[in-house]
Every structure is written in C-alpha cells, then in structure tokens.
C-alpha cells in the first residue's frame, strides 16, 4: 500500500484550519498541531475583554470541528523547532513530526516596539488569558476608584487609555465607553461611572489608518459620539502603573491612567524567527518571513506559511494585512497547491487575495466598512459586520444561540460575563494605602 | 436627622444576597463586601468543570443584582478579623467598616482532613478558577492520553477518580462519564474515550448519604448505568499525581489516575475561625460557629451567622445542612430580626428550616429527588431539578438563553465551553518523557 502524503499544519487559527478543512477530501494524511485546544473567533475578542461574551462563545474545540474529517488528527502540542532538510518538526517536548508538506499557520505576537516593560501595565488583546486580564482591570478600575479615598486617585483610577486606533482600537474605546455610560450606569453609589475619561491615542494622523480617509473621519466621529477622546499624531515614551507618558509635538505629556490597554502593533512569534533562521528566509522588520508567490519559502516548495507570519505582497506589491481573510485564503490556497503537487502537477498560478471587505465596529449600531469600493457606516454597516460575524461563528460553532443572546445584551446593554476571576481578586488593592472610614 | 441602622454583610453567596434582597425596603443602610464581584450559582458549577456552560453563565455580577437597591452600597474586598465589642469589621487592605449589625454569610471551604497536599492533585470544585482548573485536567487528560507512548501510560490518563459520593460527586462523575461516551466520541484518532474509567469513590455504604435510602440506590443505579464504577466503604489514604491509594476492609490498593478530583467535605474559612476566637464562641469540628436559636453568637445579639459557617440544629436538634435552601432562608430571619429589633421588638420565634425538598442531579434526564416525602427519580426528578434551578438562574441574571441554550446542547452533547486555558496549556507535558515518531 502507498504511504499517504502526510501534511503537518502548526496553528488551528483562520489559515491552519481553512487549510485542514479544504483538504478534507485529499489522499493525504493530516496532524493538525496547537499550543490549545480550540480555535478561537479573534474578531470578538474585544466582547470578552469588556464582559459580553464567554471565553467559551467565542471558541470552538478544534476536535469538535474536525470530529468527522477522519484523515485528520488534532494534537495539543507547540512547535519550537524545524529540521526543513529532514522535513521534520520539533515540539517543546521533544517530539518530532515528519511531514512531506508543512504548512506554517502560526500567527503574530503582539509588539511593544522593543517597550517589553510595558506589557505588565498595558496588556493587549491576543490571547484568552490576555482577554480575561483586561476584562479584570477594567471592572476592577471601577471598584478601585469606588473605594479611593482621594479625588485624584479615584480620577486616576476612571482614566482609560487605549493605545492604538486600528480595529482593536477603536473596538476596545467604544466598548468602553459603553460599559461606563450604560451598563454600569446604576451600579455604584459615591462615584459616577459617567465621569470616566476613555482616551484613545494613535500615533498617525488618523484613526483606522487601513481604511479611506473619509471611513477614517466617520469612525472618529463615531467613537467621539461615544464619548471616547481621540488623541492623534502622539507618541507614546513610557507606560508604568502610574499612567502613560506621551510626546505631542515637542510637548511631553503625563497622564494619570490606571488602566492602559494596548492595541498596537504585532511581530513574529520565537518559532516564526527560528524557522527563518532554519531556511535562511529574509523576513521584513517585523520578523515575518517572505514568501514566494505561492506562498512557499524560497527554496523550500514543501513549506507554506500563511496568515500573519507570511510577507505576501498583492500585485502591486503592497504587503497584504494580517486579517482572518487573508489567512483563510491562504489556507485555502496552499491546500490547492498541496493537491497539485500530489497529482503531480508544478505549475499553479500565483496565490491573488480577493478582498471581500474591510470592516471595524465601533459600537452599538456603529460601525464602518469598505465593500468593493462602497464606503458604508453607522447602522447599515454594523448590520453588515453582525451578519458576516453570525455566519462564521453559527458555522464552526453551530451555536446559533450565542449571537442571539448576546444580541439581545447588546440591546440591553446589559454584560452577563462581567466576572473578575483570577485567584486573588483583591490583591490588586494597594496594601500601603489603608483607607479607613 | 437620625442616622440609619447600619447593617455590614460579608459575602454575597446566597445566604448574604437573600439578607440583603430582604432589606431592601428597610431603614437601614447596607454595605454588602465579597472577595468577588459576583454572586455564584455553585449547583451549577459542575456544569463549569465539565465544560458545558462558561463561567459568565452561573454568575450574576453583584452590582448589577442590586444595581437599583439605593440603600446597599456593594464593595469588593476581604473580611479577615472582626472587632466584636467595637462593632467593626477590619479587611485585609486595613479598611475598617462599623456596624450596627453584622450578617456574616462567608460560606466554607474544602477540606481535605488534613491532607492539605492533596489538593493539588486533588481539585474541589469550591470557585470557578478552580471548575476551570477541573476542565483543563479532565480535557488535559484526554490530549495527554492520544500522545501516550505506552498503553499503561494512556489508561493512566484515562481513568479519573472522584472522590466523595455526595451531591457534587454524583454531579461530576455522570457529567465525565457523558464526556467520554458521548461529547468526545469521534474526537480522537488514537484512543477511544468510551474506554475511559469513571470510579466514584464513597466512604459510607452508599451513596447519596443524604438521601433515603431507597434513593441512594437508585442514584447508584442512575450512575452506574452511566458507566461510573462505584466503590463504597472505602478509605483514601494517599493521592498523589499517580493515582489513589486507598483501604477497602483490610486490603490496601492503588490505581494509577491521572486525574483524581476531590468531593469531599468542608470546613471554616480562615475568617469564620478569627471570628469564633475573636467572639469566644463554640464551634463544631469542622469550625462551624453554634449559634443561638436567632442564629446570633451567644453574647453578640448583633452578629448574625448564616449559611455554611453556622452551626444550627433542627426541632430534633440535628444540625441543618450546608445548602442553599438553608442559607438563603437564615438570611431572610436575620433580614426580619434586625427589622424587628429597628422596630423595638426583642422576641421572636426561632428560626425555623422549612425544607421544599433535596435534589440530586447524576446526568441527562437523571436525577433524584425527595419533595415533601416524595420519592422521586429518573426524567421525572430531572424536570424537576431543571424548573427549580431555571427559575432561580432566570431570577438572577434575567439570561433565559443561558438555560435554553444549555438545554439545546445538553440534547445535542455538544459542550461549546470545552475549552483548556491558563497560560501554558501544554506545560502540564511531561518533559522528561520525550515522545517521539
């Protein structure tokens, strides 16, 4: 009996899974590898940061998915090295994988631009984990600022910075102004969640840089009708736990902020530099790797990488974004190649990303997009955003339900998850500052 | 102006919310303090651990429970010591808080019989890091198992002990018993859950201790077929990260388990023993505070004990169980007793324990329930115990879909929330036995 091809897929993100999925009917042999055990919907993240949704909404077992594609397996494991000679992987534990293709799905990191400090202070949205931090230290800014014992601590502690105007940016700000005009709106009885100041800064000069300027102009007045200030053209010098440091012009500003959440840009992940290193790949500034036109690594045609870790350009030669879409594509694509290769045909046209759409939601009803060239925004377009997020979630989750319910919150504005969990909620109280009343 | 009766309440589980929810209309001003900012719905949590719902779904968030109760202020802190004759109560940050009367709702927390080593191997199922904490092992254990390099290796990831048969017992061991026959089915490629072991370990000679007999037989039944090995009459002597030891009569045997998870008693917080030693009052072995038929401390008219922490008995003088029931109605005595005493009037009855019924729930459409002397098992006692924790839920977070949802995937033995996280995932791989193929 012939051996099966056998693919190795590290990363069950957008690309890894597009990829395992539309090889499910291909004579190949298939081990998914990721560090967990689900695949997560990044998109809604920012719900679970500001407590509308679960951290189970918003993720789907990647077994669950992938039960019934029985040339598939799922293992939980992470990938720190590569033999590409051997064509051979190499997990933390000492295990290795061989593969006769591999496809590299393994995302981007977040970057503090060479700042690593300042991740303790200011944590960003990539992860779970990172999310549920973020959902902690917002709920608990209030709780804190309920129980100061000075004007200004409890100013400090309803100061809200977010870094970064890109999508997650502006999700993050306007959720955050929800949380504080509507859902905590009764909630307290010596401070006033209304007052709370949620700043956005951005270093360009506009919010949503990836959009047309008059999208850019609209999200902004959007945000601001939230109740969020824009800060544009300001640079960031320093974060700490007593707020953020910032240049404006030549002017160097200081802002009480206890709670700094960072949206700023991305890197390679340490397995996406080691496997440059390994096949010698030029990679740009960010550490991502270049890739051919087929999205293989130059002289290696049996190793894809998709998604974030790939330096694609379109034909124009602008880098393609790091968006889910580009990753399924690219997913989708390699898989293509992969079924070539084993029919035995080499020559495939170049991968083309085919841009169905660029979105950003900014609020209840708010929201922007950029479809074929129609610029849309407010509620048309945030009708749009829900309707294209209801479609993949019911897809990989079948959990129509969800988005009911969390609809319906969204109406309510009420926050069934807003829950501080971690072992020591309270520990965050500065022992050094007993108030006594 | 008159100043209002204070009245200080320390924790927000049922007993501590019913208290408050009582005096909502009273002349008192209420400070409500819990360590978390939620109130948790603990007969759902094995739904937590075993991946069927989220946290955010069995948690209401305080503030909003009372957000339009005007006369409770709600803080997030922790209790530690108590000035009896002062009438203050002293937290962990040094903050101090005088009251008039004190309603001290601090609940219980796991004992181990002193074996505090256990409890790593060991988890209880007492908050929700620690549900989350069950989910990661059970699931753990399965991705562990289909990466064994030995057969030994695997059935030792596939065998989980359960260690106690009372309500949460019986909960968490027909909920595993449904993962591995039915939620992971056709998830992996290697092993077969349906294999997996599911041993529920009892000290008593049944199960259900509780419960009449007649019913502890049929949840024996009701678990067994399941697929839940059920031990009784035996001791455990010794767990640790490969397995159980225990006594049965006078053999002495191990079983290699991976997974072992601890439903055994309860004892007094830390805080419930300051407080019998700060007020000098009697306390049982497990540290529970006696109290006066009034539920107050003998001596202290104003500190009113309730829920787990207290030491009450019944007309036949048998002390009442830790349940909800039982907290949530000691709360409403006290609630009335304080209004009474605002009122001038000193005498009143006793409180009194009015029992609607105990309930036990072993897996879908199983369950067993003893209403008013009514025997009740099977579907029948699963509607039953599905209404009554329906009504409650609904009551509190107004999240009717919580339930409906779950009720769909509980049809469909789907468990969306089936997630593994904390930080490292895989770090729970043992390093030094790398696999490798």
Known sequence: ????????????????????????????????????????????????????????????????????????????????????DA????????????????????????????????????????????????????????????????????????????VGAGATG??????????????????????????????????????????PEDLSAKAEKLVTGLGVEVIKNVMVTNISAAGVTFKRGDAVQQLAARTVLWAGGVTATPFGRKLAERTRAETDRGGRIKVKPDLTIPNYPDIFIIGDLAYAVDKEEKPLPGVAQVAMQGGA?????????????????????????????????????????????????????????LIYIVEFQSRVLVFIQWGFEYLTFSRGARLITGEAATDYIDKSSPASR
């Open 1 to 84: 009996m012939e051996k099966n091809h056998r693919v190795v897929i590290l990363g069950g993100g957008f690309g890894g899974l597009a990829a395992v999925m539309k090889l499910k009917r291909a004579p190949v042999e298939m081990i998914l590898i990721d560090r967990r055990n689900f695949h997560l919907f990044q998109p809604l993240m920012y719900q679970v940061a500001t407590g509308s949704l679960s951290p189970g909404d918003i993720a789907a077992p990647l077994r669950g998915v992938l039960s019934r594609q029985k040339n598939t397996q799922v293992l939980l494991g992470e990938a720190t090295d590569v033999d590409p």
């Open 170 to 211: 502006m999700e993050l700000s306007g959720a955050l102004a929800e949380i504080a005009t509507e859902t905590l709106r009764h909630d307290f009885r010596k401070i006033n969640p209304q007052e709370a100041r949620i700043i956005l800064m951005e270093g360009a000069a506009r919010v949503l840089g990836a959009f």
């Open 333 to 389: 694509y390699a898989a293509k190649v992969i079924c070539a290769h084993i029919a035995g045909k080499r020559e495939l046209p170049p991968f083309h990303y085919f841009n169905k759409g660029d979105m950003a939601v900014i609020g209840r009803a708010a929201a922007v997009a950029n479809i074929f060239g129609f610029h849309i925004s407010g509620l048309p377009a945030w009708l749009i955003w829900l309707f294209v997020h």
């Open 87 to 162: 064509k051979r992987v190499i997990l933390n534990d000492g295990a290795t994988f061989d593969y006769d293709s591999l496809i590299v799905a393994t995302g981007s990191q977040t970057s503090y631009y060479g700042n690593d400090s300042w991740r303790e202070w200011a944590p960003s949205l990539k992860s779970i984990e990172e999310a549920t931090a973020i959902r902690h230290k917002i709920l608990y800014a209030f709780e804190r600022a309920e129980r100061a014992d000075t004007e200004d601590e409890a100013r400090a502690w309803l100061t809200f910075v977010i």
